[in-house]
């Protein structure tokens, strides 16, 4: 029961997040990824870098629990599910998350692009085994260095995970502060936030 | 008007802190699925069944992981699937808080006017398409922005910059090459 709580609680949270920084605005999608308008892109770095440091920090004090990371397995079907991804995000504006506060928003393009959503779940969960025939679907779930506490193989074994993290995580804070705005065109729509 | 991206960024950052640091990390494409799966359990019950041990299903990626997904299909109460309901609530409501979506926005967004006029038919085609690239892509990848890109990039994961790499590398060339006015 406390764990529904907590997914209203949260899922709401991330929701409305998404709304008030442009996440589900197909028009700040498309000039953060025609590379006019990166206000979204320091936007998402800056969220990174905060919640990198802030869990790694916290395990390092003990006030986080380290069981409660997740890391998802690397294999070669990552990195051509990403391209897929990016293809279909960058024509449509949406990704699975901000498509469906767009739709619940009232966007009626929005629920087009989860309606395909749904079919193209459907399509993968009968071809799945065609994916693990090929081989593309095995790998480990490597972080970058050895975590405290996980059992996670590190990419790096001699690389101390939680210290690893915290140095990545200001890193991405660096980013988001050094981007800047645009890197290409020349009218600036939309670029001077008010709050 | 959207939140300056020091105070956006901030706040997006504690959500998925607080998210780990209370439950597990954000992820929200294998709730496509699971939705699929409680439609087509619905259509024909032999899909998801119980067993000694927990869920099982004739689909085999149903059935994978000890039938994981299986059983979050035969109970849709569950914490991943009412997050992304919560999820569509708050932003709904976020957005409503500032008088919503203009109605021609609604439609079809500034940016693609911008480039490829008015016609709702056209980018809805390409809304859909565009839906089922991303989750057949998502699904192959085993997460997507959120779960990948987010939460694992913020956890060090190597899946997650693989992941980013890909989407990335796929998405800066196509919305260069698709979307020339800036709208």
Known sequence: MLHIVLAIVIGAGFGAVLDRIGATNPNWIGRMLNLTNLHLMKTILLAIGVASVL???GQMLGLVDVGHMSVKTAYVGVF??????????????????????????????????VAGGLLGAAAYMLSYPFWQGLGVLSGKAWTLGAIPGTDYPA???TLQGDLAGLAIGGAFIVIAFILPRRLAGRKAPAGHPAE | MVLNWKYGGLLLGLVFFLAVLLV???????????????VWDMQNPEIVTQTDEGYTSTNAYL???GGKYAKSVANPVNYSFIFVIAMMVGALVSSSLRKG???GERMVPAIWKANYGGNVLKRWLVAFAGGFIVLYGARLAGG??????????MQTAISGYVFAAGAFLAA??????MFKEEG
């Open chain 2, 144 to 153: 997507c922005t959120s779960g990948h890109m987010m939460s694992g990039m």
């Open chain 2, 24 to 38: 597990k990390p954000i992820g929200v494409s294998t709730q496509f699925v699971i939705l699929d799966g409680i």
């Open chain 2, 172 to 177: 800066f060339p196509t919305a260069l090459y």
């Open chain 1, 55 to 57: 869990m790694f920090g």
């Open chain 2, 101 to 103: 979506i203009p109605k």
């Open chain 1, 80 to 113: 051509i599910g990403g391209l897929m991804l990016g293809l279909g995000w960058a024509a449509s504006g949406f990704c699975p998350g901000t498509g469906v506060c767009a739709a619940a928003s009232g966007r009626i393009d929005a629920l087009f692009f």
């Open chain 2, 63 to 65: 059935a994978k992981s």
């Open chain 1, 155 to 157: 990419a790096i074994p």
